[in-house]
């Protein structure tokens, strides 16, 4: 093949590759740019302190954000011990055969089940069937369900890095299972785990489609103070609504001003998770 | 010091062993995750049992869905779904390996990782600021551009695609550098000494060994596409029963549609509660998403397994 | 005559494809120290390890045979972590948690009793001393343990291993990688532990094994598997050893 063929190719590849990476994060810029620019102007002190008026039109963001934060506190106290539950049970408890292969790819495609249903599977069961109406708590638990395998896979391979020095180090020594798990295993996957869950956590803050029908209203809630009938108000829900109203520019406003909060809050979990992530790096380097 | 030997061995022999209770918690935590799941699969074949029996093959192939009447047919609803997710898919593709190349090839180190770090954070933007943009910018963008062929308005199928093909992206992106990064050094490094190209070891030494991680980046990130609720929702207009004519027609691209997730998005839930045969379509289609989605999602994950031994 | 600690009868390891190990008996007597040597890949590690039924915890590895501890079977007697309080051991390659060097020493032992502060600081300092570590880190107790040369922290994991204080040490090649000083200080533990312990050691290192076994075994897998070859006194062995095999190893 002429070399100046090769050379052309070479050149539209790389140059290919280039373009690529920088649309990509020009899209990033572009979205983060564009809320940032748009949403700062809205955001003040009275804004995240007040409450809405006007049907979000005006007033603030004040329990949006507050329902936004009691959800995800609620996701974080359920999806807690069952991560670790199935965890431990792909990790340690379950042997290393093919009921522990397809337990890990089940988990793994769970991941994948639309958050849409989440949501209408939560309306029939609790909302109507349970009679709950809609609560706060069905939205912790639709959330923290939603969040589970990837924050229990992610969880258990922590568990399989640990170098198997350590493990067999402590088996000899005479450490019984659940000695080697909370003496061994739990400290040293620690930097997995809150990695997976900050990151959880983050997705749950975002999401809106599991709430809609089972914890959330636009208006109306404050700080519940019993779990059933006691919706809340989520900011996802809310710059979901004022999106349908965008033709009125004070609403606008208001949806770019809760969407950079939103942001706001969702980058803090997912920069949170990162010394997290960076550390297992580290450790896995000196081992 | 050391336990007395007498005092273990008189305990035993014993073969019964009562467990721990760290393993106890482990198994009844896992079997709420386990029933919570099954109750799930539950819900979705059983409640969808009467509108099948009574729509039966309809339900899928029927192109009309009308409520009121009771007539449920899902294939406006299923060719909008696959319509923005396809879309989504050509958009997004050429442009995650492209940057996945990027970061697994001609990047190292730190910048590397900055680089993957942003292009993640894309991944962590909520589907509702994606979809306030694509109301605000996205639609009357396409609108405006695409005004030679007369759309019939900005919220259309082509606006809910190339929407979610932007946060499908990155997704996409993570996935097959992973699945690049996974060949070996040694199998890029033979091939350059044999004087090949970049683009030339790419192609004849990665490429094939990574190819099974990077169809699964494309199934996994079109499975994600099929099941996008909200974004889509705000922007694919939400028409019931479009359907292109003739077939192969684009026309629908510049129409408004409906998605089988914008209809789960909508008020016709609440609404479809009140009547056993309405509610059990609602049913219906989560079934329907369900198994299209999975289908997607499991041979991708599948084949992420397949693949971590193929390249060895 | 001394007593009979442990019994090994037929004891064999194998994989799906090949047996590692085959048919091996011998005994260990109280208060003794035998060594096992032979050539690298005859199985005496897997045979160490089969002795704790670590062997039986790694998975494609099939153990069958009798080891009788004190008159019981090993693999049916008891559950494992208690057995393990009885027969410890040492690994080739040091193997130290994050924490401070008081925080090692005390990993194993504190998991089998309830410490509190005076008897943790009594058992920590005893078993830093018979491990002829107390002396260089006396002052440094609570200092991360990573920072120890690699001696150092074996004579730390030798440490923690006997504060757990077992009837039976099975040490793998303990000194295979370490500096001269460290390998003197722990032969000379050896040395001590030998009147109250039983000990077996696997060595690559002949001088080792001549200066420290009562029994020297060796072990060969010439055959594919690994057989015991040569069983005797520690005189016998260096002196007039019976099998060819133990023959060309001496002169190798």
Not at chain 1, 258 to 273: R, T
Request: hydrophobic share 50%; with cysteine; charged share 15%.
């Amino acid at each position: 093949m002429k070399d100046s063929i090769r050379t052309l190719k070479e050149n539209f590849f790389t140059g290919f590759v280039f373009v690529s990476g920088l649309i990509t994060l020009g899209f990033l810029a572009a979205a983060l740019g564009l809320v940032t620019f748009k949403g700062f102007r809205a955001v003040s002190p009275a804004f995240l302190f007040t409450a809405m008026r006007e049907g979000g039109v005006s007033g603030g963001i004040l329990y949006q954000i507050a329902g936004t934060v009691i959800l995800a506190l609620t996701t974080l106290s359920i999806v807690l011990p069952i991560a670790w539950g199935v965890a431990l049970l792909r990790s340690v408890y379950i042997p290393n055969t093919a009921l522990r292969q397809g337990l890990s790819f089940f988990l793994y495609t769970l991941n994948g089940i639309p958050s849409i249903l989440f949501g209408i599977f939560g309306f029939f069961l609790f909302v109507k069937g349970l009679g709950w109406g809609k609560s706060w708590l069905t939205g912790g638990i639709l959330l923290a369900m939603m969040i589970l395998p990837a924050v229990a896979m992610n969880l258990s391979e922590g568990m399989d890095r640990i170098p198997k020095d350590y493990i067999e180090n402590a088996r000899a020594l005479g450490l019984s299972r659940s000695q080697l798990i909370w003496s061994v295993l739990a400290p040293q996957s620690f930097s997995s785990f809150m990695s997976g869950l900050l990151l959880g956590l983050g997705r749950a803050a975002g999401e809106t489609a599991p709430v809609i029908f089972t914890a959330t209203v636009f208006a109306g809630a404050f700080i519940p103070k019993g779990i059933t009938d006691n919706p809340v108000l989520s900011l996802p829900y809310h710059i979901f609504n004022l999106a349908q109203e965008s033709y009125q520019p004070q609403a606008l406003q208001n949806a770019w001003g809760s969407a950079f909060v939103l942001i706001a809050m969702v980058f803090f979990f997912n920069l949170a998770q990162l010394p997290f992530r960076l550390r297992f790096h580290e450790e896995a380097e000196a081992a | 010091m050391a336990i007395s030997l007498s005092v273990d061995l008189e305990n035993f022999p014993r073969k019964k062993i009562r467990p721990s209770w760290t393993a106890v918690f482990s198994w009844v935590f896992s079997a709420l995750a386990f029933i919570f799941f099954l109750t799930l699969a539950g819900f979705l074949l059983q409640g969808s049992q009467p509108v099948l029996r009574k729509e039966g093959l309809d339900f899928f192939l029927g192109s009309i869905w009308h409520y009121r009447v009771l007539c449920f047919g899902a294939l406006p609803m299923l060719y909008g779904t696959t319509v923005v997710a396809v879309v989504a898919i050509l958009f997004a593709a050429p442009l995650a390996f492209g940057s996945a190349i990027l970061t697994a090839e001609y990047l190292s180190g730190k910048i590397r990782l900055l680089v993957k770090s942003l292009i993640e954070l894309l991944a962590g933007i909520p589907s509702v600021v994606y979809g306030l943009l694509g109301v605000i910018y996205l639609r009357p963008m396409i609108f405006n551009t695409l005004k030679p062929f007369h759309p019939e308005t900005g919220d259309n199928l082509l606006s809910a695609g190339l929407i979610v093909g932007i946060m499908i992206l990155p997704t996409i992106m993570s996935l097959s550098d992973d699945a690049l990064r996974g060949i070996s050094r040694e199998d890029r490094e033979t091939a350059l000494a044999l004087g090949l190209t970049r683009y030339e070891m790419f192609f004849h030494a990665v490429l094939p060994k990574a190819f099974p991680g990077l169809v699964s980046a494309v199934l996994l990130g079109f499975g994600r596409a099929l099941g996008e609720t909200i974004a889509v929702y705000l922007v694919a207009g939400r028409a019931d029963n479009r359907l292109p004519q003739p077939w192969y027609s684009l026309r629908p691209l510049l129409e408004s549609g409906q998605t089988l997730t914008s209809k789960l998005g909508g008020s016709e839930v609440g609404i479809a509660y009140g009547n056993p045969v309405h509610w059990s379509a609602m049913i219906g289609l989560c079934l329907l998403l369900f198994l299209t989605v999975m289908v997607f999602v499991s041979v991708g994950q599948g084949l992420k397994f397949f693949g971590r031994d193929y390249g060895r | 005559m001394k007593n009979v600690i442990l019994s090994v009868r037929s004891l064999e390891v194998r994989t799906l494809s090949r047996a590692i190990l085959g048919g091996v008996s011998f005994e260990l007597q109280e208060s003794e120290l035998v060594s096992v040597v032979g050539p690298s890949g005859s199985g005496k590690s897997t045979l160490l390890r089969a002795l704790n039924r670590l062997a039986g915890e790694t998975p494609g590895l099939m153990v069958s045979g009798e080891v009788l501890y004190h008159g019981q079977n090993i693999f049916s007697c008891c559950r494992v972590h208690e057995l393990r309080k009885n027969i410890g051991m040492l690994f080739q390659k040091p193997c130290v948690y994050p924490g401070s060097i008081l925080r090692n020493v005390l990993f194993g032992v504190k998991h089998h009793q309830k410490l509190n502060a005076k008897l943790a600081a009594d058992i920590s300092e005893r078993s830093l001393r018979k491990a002829h570590l107390w002396e260089e880190v006396k002052d440094r107790l609570h200092h991360p343990a990573f920072e120890l040369s690699m001696g150092q922290k074996q004579r730390l994991c030798f440490a923690r291993l006997l504060a757990v204080d077992p009837e039976i040490l099975l040490l793998d090649e303990p000194t295979a990688n370490l500096d001269p000083h460290s390998t003197l200080e722990i032969e000379k533990t050896l040395m001590e532990l030998k009147d109250s312990k039983s000990i077996i050691l696997v060595t690559h290192l002949l001088s080792q094994a001549r200066r420290l076994s009562d029994r020297v075994i060796m072990i060969s897998a010439a055959s594919g598997t690994g057989i015991i070859v040569e069983d005797g006194s520690a005189a016998e062995f260096f002196e007039n050893p019976k099998a060819l095999e133990t023959q060309a190893y001496l002169k190798s």
